[in-house]
């Protein structure tokens, strides 16, 4: 199956961390990222991760792969007003096919 | 240049006509993607060109006619199109065939079928 779940909304403070997570199905993923996408925008690639790693930063970003229960999480630290937005976990299939999560919105308060 | 330029970015069209959306990148990039969203739902693939020639196709119905007329341009000819095709459609590209780190977005075309 090709299932990617994502909770639909978080709301945090400005300054605290936020956790995104996504669960997927297909355990033959090689490839998962994590895409923002602003109103009326297009999909801006934030990160990605090889299906062999567990664990990525990048600057204020950290992804967590747990392969064994295919769930993949996006930490943002120090989250900023600017950070409210739509954010989709994808998953690549097969070479050339990205899956998207359902999305979560992420609401950053002053 | 990193971007991929996508026009109109609104279209409104009747049911009965015939127009194109326009996808160009000058990256060097040798696959191109064709994602429709609609409202509050994520991208799902419609087509994908691998140097210039059509490689998936989602069972996407026939009123979608892609074209890859050079590897910097890809369109999507739309005739007889019904309400619910209303849509943000999005192109992208990446660097090779086989996706492997990451595929560059336009901003979209966001179709209104009437």
């Known amino acids: 199956g090709e299932d990617v779940e994502q909770s639909l909304f978080l709301s945090v403070r400005e300054g605290d961390s936020s956790v995104i997570n996504c669960t997927y199905t297909d355990s033959s993923s090689t490839y998962l990222y994590w895409y923002k996408q602003e109103p009326g925008a297009g999909l801006q690639l934030l990160t990605y991760i090889f299906s062999n790693m567990d664990m990525k930063q990048d600057q204020r970003l950290t992804v967590l792969l747990n392969k064994k229960d295919k769930h993949l999480s996006l930490r943002i630290a120090d989250t900023q007003t600017g950070d409210s937005a739509i954010y989709f976990c994808a998953e690549r299939t097969g070479f050339q096919k990205l899956v998207f999560g359902t999305g979560t919105r992420l609401l950053v308060s002053p | 240049d990193t971007e991929v330029t996508q026009t109109p970015k609104h279209l409104v069209m009747g049911m009965t006509n015939k127009k194109s959306l326009k996808c160009e990148q000058h990256?060097?990039?040798?696959?191109m993607y064709w994602y429709k969203q609609k409202a509050k739902k994520p991208p799902e693939l419609m087509f994908v060109y691998s140097y210039e020639k059509l490689s998936i196709n989602e069972s996407v119905p026939s009123r979608f006619s892609p074209e890859c007329p050079n590897s910097s341009l890809l369109n999507l000819h739309l005739h007889a199109l019904q309400p619910e095709d209303s849509a943000l459609y999005l192109c992208?590209?990446?660097?090779?065939?086989?996706?492997?780190?990451?595929?560059?977005f336009g901003q979209g075309t966001r179709l209104t079928v009437v």
């Open positions: 990256m060097g990039h040798r696959a």
């Open positions: 992208a590209s990446s660097p090779q065939r086989e996706l492997i780190t990451e595929a560059f």
